[in-house]
């Protein structure tokens, strides 16, 4: 073979390869995060209306999502609050095992460890009446030392600070229910930090002595997950699973009233927001009258609220955090308002 | 001592001989077969279960396509992984719709590609995070969204024209030297082929310094920095041979020529490795293709003629074999670009770059061993070699001012 056939064979070998790897090659192209310079040679992007994908309802969670990627409704967790009914002899006694073994599936397909209260985050939801003698029983099923703190009036020796239950051990925490309102309750043994963040936080609720009128209600608990530890919540959530009412709204009747008990356990501030409506608001639960008509709601760390309202229109309500991080990342639902045939006229303010 | 008709003995031992041979080959393998069946069925007895799952994805490549974002992936961690969740980042976090093709779930070394339909901004930054079942997050961060480029007529024309102009048309005007260079005197030969050497030199580092670089992207398992080891050492080596091929071939008196084809050899392959980051950066956006970045690469690769045809300044042959040599020197920067936009992946970047490197340092030795052979040793270190690599690299460093980001 001559010089020049063994050159023309090279290049074509070459450009065969290319064209070859060309081929193949699409099933693997690489990226790279360097910095990018468009220029005159690249042509102009098309307008924005072009980049907006085909979506339905909100646009962020699909309103009809792929089925493979919702929670099953047994997974749910029940937002419908214990009614209130009378103690006998005046007391109430509950018992809270914790469990550090628990699993929840905080957003499909993702599963995190958890500690629990009873086996569920959060945990039950306690409820009695002012003026009641409540016991509370801890059984510490854990490796870990724990307490319960209940948020109320109550002696130092039942605060849950001070009173380490060691694993195995048990501990009776006893008081008397006061004041009325939302008394959220976590463990307090430390790091507090790490405990509540794993699970260990529930809602007490104390009803008022002449109790509040009765209504449909709900009980709703804002948290969050960091998954890995780098500081920033992954996932947050109505009642610690992301997303949950909006894979299965929660149905209400149109004209009926509702009353929410809304409570932030969370080290960031939250916005409760309720869509197409206004609620009357009850700081902490601990007024017999609302103190504000309004539609959103800072909760501060910690803090918590009674919202009632009633809803005049049919249709499907987003329910969020305003905080639109915290929604995006699980903290919404939906309230699905269902048509009555007579709306009864209810008195607005 | 005289050989033995064969007898029944001597046969009978020798076919022994052979089956010993065959048994003491195949006996470790089927050991080996052995124990690895009985780890499979029963373990291995050891406790080496780690205390929390290890996983890897790797991202490959972001498409950004109208209202849409796919994300190809791989596996790189001992174990399969599920991809549960995706949440996109602008500024912050946001769950997102997504669907995974083929499937969610990736065996080890498995591709998968994760399709979101988002409304991305052009100009803005994205975080795309993977969240697997096993809740560990895996993020890739794009710092400009821009459409990808799809392939088409014009897109592939304006690629290889790109090509043409980076690639060819420099070396053919390096070329056209060639009279200019055989008119100088006799002892600037020498200083021409040390110039050549700085030059290579230079192109030959530089080639080395982008293969690292994409050897850092390839996924851990395809072990990038091998690549480059195999690329390197097999090219040196393959060079080698051709050339020693090449002048049994020819039968030529001085090997100028031979010489002359090996340079365009290594640097057309050196090209192509060049024309795959051109192309690779064009098709993921990076690249500011403006009029200067073209100008910078043109004057630039000038040097590349000049390098290909110092060999045969003092050789005779048809002016046919210029023609060949720009050819095989240039043209292979065109598949480069077309191969680098179409399909880049650092793999074959690493590869043929570590290649390209070789190849260079095979030539770079030749060239030396041609002037200790035309001057002896001492002159290497004279002032006019001195001068001529200095020039070389200093030429290279100017003219890669424009080029280099």
């Given at each position: 073979?001559?010089?020049?056939?063994?050159?023309?064979?090279?290049?074509?070998?070459?450009?065969?390869?290319?064209?070859?790897?060309?081929?193949l090659?699409t099933a693997n192209p690489v990226s790279?995060?360097?910095?990018?310079?468009?220029?005159?040679?690249?042509?102009?992007?098309?307008?924005?209306?072009?980049?907006?994908?085909?979506?339905?309802?909100?646009?962020?969670?699909?309103?009809?999502h792929p089925g493979r990627r919702q929670f099953d409704?047994?997974q749910?967790?029940?937002?419908?609050?214990?009614?209130?009914?009378?103690?006998?002899?005046?007391?109430?006694?509950?018992?809270?095992?914790?469990?550090?073994d628990?699993v929840l599936e905080v957003a499909p397909g993702v599963k995190v460890p958890?500690?629990?209260?009873?086996?569920?985050?959060?945990?039950?939801?306690?409820?009695?009446?002012?003026?009641?003698?409540?016991?509370?029983?801890?059984?510490?099923?854990?490796?870990?030392?724990?307490?319960?703190?209940?948020?109320?009036?109550?002696?130092?020796?039942?605060?849950?600070?001070?009173?380490?239950?060691?694993?195995?051990?048990?501990?009776?925490?006893?008081?008397?229910?006061?004041?009325?309102?939302?008394?959220?309750?976590?463990?307090?043994?430390?790091?507090?930090?790490?405990?509540?963040?794993?699970?260990?936080?529930?809602?007490?609720?104390?009803?008022?002595?002449?109790?509040?009128?009765?209504?449909?209600?709900?009980?709703?608990?804002?948290?969050?997950f960091?998954l890995d530890r780098?500081?920033?919540?992954d996932f947050?959530?109505?009642?610690?699973?992301a997303?949950?009412?909006?894979?299965?709204?929660?149905?209400?009747?149109?004209?009926?009233?509702?009353?929410?008990?809304?409570?932030?356990?969370?080290?960031?501030?939250?916005?409760?927001?309720?869509?197409?409506?206004?609620?009357?608001?009850?700081?902490?639960?601990?007024?017999?009258?609302?103190?504000?008509?309004?539609?959103?709601?800072?909760?501060?760390?910690?803090?918590?609220?009674?919202?009632?309202?009633?809803?005049?229109?049919?249709?499907?309500?987003?329910?969020?955090?305003?905080?639109?991080?915290?929604?995006?990342?699980?903290?919404?639902?939906?309230?699905?308002?269902?048509?009555?045939?007579?709306?009864?006229?209810?008195?607005?303010? | 001592?005289?050989?033995?008709?064969?007898?029944?003995?001597?046969?009978?031992?020798?076919?022994?001989?052979?089956?010993?041979?065959?048994?003491?080959?195949?006996?470790?393998?089927?050991?080996?077969?052995?124990i690895l069946y009985l780890f499979v069925r029963t373990g291995t007895g050891l406790n080496l279960a780690a205390p929390a799952p290890i996983e890897k994805i790797e991202f490959e490549r972001v498409?950004?396509?109208?209202?849409?974002i796919r994300a190809h992936v791989i596996n790189t961690g001992p174990d399969e992984v599920t991809i549960a969740q995706v949440q996109v980042?602008?500024?912050?976090?946001?769950a997102w719709d997504f669907t995974v093709e083929p499937g969610p779930t990736l065996p080890r070394l498995g591709r998968a590609t994760v399709v979101l339909?988002?409304?991305?901004?052009?100009?803005?930054?994205?975080?795309i995070a993977l969240i697997t079942a096993n809740t560990l997050i895996f993020t890739h961060?794009?710092?400009?969204?821009?459409?990808?480029?799809?392939?088409?007529?014009?897109?592939?024309?304006?690629?290889?024209?790109?090509?043409?102009?980076?690639?060819?048309?420099?070396?053919?005007?390096?070329?056209?030297?060639?009279?200019?260079?055989?008119?100088?005197?006799?002892?600037?030969?020498?200083?021409?082929?040390?110039?050549?050497?700085?030059?290579?030199?230079?192109?030959?580092?530089?080639?080395?310094?982008?293969?690292?670089?994409?050897?850092?992207r390839v996924p851990g398992p395809f072990q990038g920095?091998?690549?480059?080891?195999?690329?390197?050492?097999?090219?040196?080596?393959?060079?080698?041979?051709?050339?020693?091929?090449?002048?049994?071939?020819?039968?030529?008196?001085?090997?100028?020529?031979?010489?002359?084809?090996?340079?365009?050899?290594?640097?057309?392959?050196?090209?192509?490795?060049?024309?795959?980051?051109?192309?690779?950066?064009?098709?993921?956006?990076?690249?500011?293709?403006?009029?200067?970045?073209?100008?910078?690469?043109?004057?630039?690769?000038?040097?590349?003629?000049?390098?290909?045809?110092?060999?045969?300044?003092?050789?005779?042959?048809?002016?046919?074999?210029?023609?060949?040599?720009?050819?095989?020197?240039?043209?292979?920067?065109?598949?480069?670009?077309?191969?680098?936009?179409?399909?880049?992946n650092p793999l074959?970047?690493?590869?043929?770059?570590?290649?390209?490197?070789?190849?260079?340092?095979?030539?770079?030795?030749?060239?030396?061993?041609?002037?200790?052979?035309?001057?002896?040793?001492?002159?290497?270190?004279?002032?006019?070699?001195?001068?001529?690599?200095?020039?070389?690299?200093?030429?290279?460093?100017?003219?890669?001012?424009?080029?280099?980001?």
């Amino acid at each position: 073979m001559s010089g020049r056939a063994i050159v023309a064979t090279v290049v074509l070998t070459l450009a065969l390869v290319a064209a070859g790897l060309a081929l193949l090659g699409t099933a693997n192209p690489v990226s790279a995060g360097r910095t990018v310079v468009l220029s005159e040679a690249v042509e102009a992007p098309a307008a924005h209306g072009h980049h907006l994908p085909p979506t339905k309802g909100s646009g962020l969670y699909q309103f009809e999502h792929p089925g493979r990627r919702q929670f099953d409704a047994g997974q749910v967790f029940n937002p419908v609050p214990p009614p209130p009914t009378p103690a006998p002899d005046g007391v109430r006694e509950f018992t809270l095992v914790i469990e550090e073994d628990g699993v929840l599936e905080v957003a499909p397909g993702v599963k995190v460890p958890v500690w629990t209260f009873n086996g569920t985050v959060p945990g039950p939801i306690l409820r009695a009446t002012e003026g009641d003698r409540v016991r509370v029983t801890l059984v510490n099923k854990g490796r870990l030392p724990h307490t319960i703190h209940f948020h109320g009036i109550h002696p130092a020796n039942m605060d849950g600070v001070f009173e380490l239950v060691a694993p195995g051990g048990s501990y009776t925490y006893e008081f008397i229910a006061a004041p009325y309102g939302i008394m959220p309750y976590h463990c307090h043994s430390m790091p507090t930090s790490q405990h509540m963040h794993n699970g260990l936080y529930g809602m007490m609720i104390i009803d008022p002595k002449e109790g509040r009128k009765p209504m449909k209600e709900l009980a709703m608990i804002m948290s969050a997950f960091d998954l890995d530890r780098d500081g920033e919540a992954d996932f947050y959530a109505w009642n610690a699973r992301a997303f949950q009412y909006a894979d299965h709204p929660i149905e209400l009747e149109q004209g009926e009233p509702v009353r929410m008990y809304v409570a932030n356990v969370f080290e960031e501030v939250m916005a409760p927001h309720l869509h197409g409506n206004m609620f009357h608001l009850y700081p902490t639960g601990t007024t017999l009258q609302p103190t504000e008509y309004t539609d959103v709601k800072t909760l501060g760390i910690a803090e918590r609220a009674i919202l009632e309202f009633q809803y005049d229109f049919p249709g499907y309500y987003m329910f969020q955090c305003h905080v639109s991080e915290h929604m995006e990342q699980g903290l919404m639902g939906w309230l699905h308002v269902k048509e009555r045939q007579h709306v009864a006229a209810q008195k607005r303010r | 001592m005289a050989s033995e008709p064969a007898t029944p003995n001597v046969v009978a031992e020798t076919r022994r001989g052979t089956t010993l041979v065959v048994a003491s080959a195949l006996l470790p393998l089927l050991l080996l077969g052995g124990i690895l069946y009985l780890f499979v069925r029963t373990g291995t007895g050891l406790n080496l279960a780690a205390p929390a799952p290890i996983e890897k994805i790797e991202f490959e490549r972001v498409e950004f396509l109208p209202g849409e974002i796919r994300a190809h992936v791989i596996n790189t961690g001992p174990d399969e992984v599920t991809i549960a969740q995706v949440q996109v980042g602008w500024l912050n976090r946001s769950a997102w719709d997504f669907t995974v093709e083929p499937g969610p779930t990736l065996p080890r070394l498995g591709r998968a590609t994760v399709v979101l339909p988002y409304p991305w901004v052009p100009g803005e930054p994205y975080e795309i995070a993977l969240i697997t079942a096993n809740t560990l997050i895996f993020t890739h961060d794009v710092e400009i969204a821009a459409e990808t480029p799809r392939a088409s007529a014009a897109m592939l024309g304006t690629l290889a024209l790109l090509g043409v102009y980076v690639g060819v048309i420099p070396v053919f005007l390096g070329i056209g030297w060639l009279p200019f260079l055989r008119a100088l005197p006799q002892r600037w030969y020498f200083f021409l082929l040390s110039l050549t050497v700085g030059l290579l030199v230079f192109l030959g580092v530089d080639a080395l310094h982008e293969a690292l670089e994409n050897a850092a992207r390839v996924p851990g398992p395809f072990q990038g920095v091998a690549l480059i080891l195999a690329g390197l050492s097999l090219s040196v080596l393959g060079l080698y041979a051709v050339s020693n091929w090449l002048k049994q071939r020819r039968k030529e008196a001085t090997g100028g020529l031979v010489l002359a084809y090996t340079v365009a050899l290594s640097i057309g392959l050196h090209n192509l490795g060049e024309g795959l980051a051109i192309g690779g950066a064009y098709a993921l956006g990076e690249v500011a293709m403006g009029t200067l970045l073209v100008l910078g690469f043109t004057v630039h690769n000038l040097t590349e003629g000049v390098a290909v045809v110092a060999p045969v300044v003092r050789s005779q042959f048809r002016w046919t074999h210029l023609v060949w040599l720009g050819l095989l020197a240039g043209a292979p920067t065109i598949a480069g670009t077309l191969l680098g936009a179409l399909a880049f992946n650092p793999l074959w970047a690493v590869l043929f770059l570590a290649i390209g490197a070789g190849a260079i340092l095979q030539v770079v030795i030749e060239i030396t061993r041609h002037q200790v052979r035309q001057a002896g040793a001492a002159a290497l270190v004279g002032g006019f070699s001195l001068a001529g690599f200095a020039l070389g690299l200093a030429v290279m460093y100017t003219t890669g001012l424009f080029v280099a980001v």
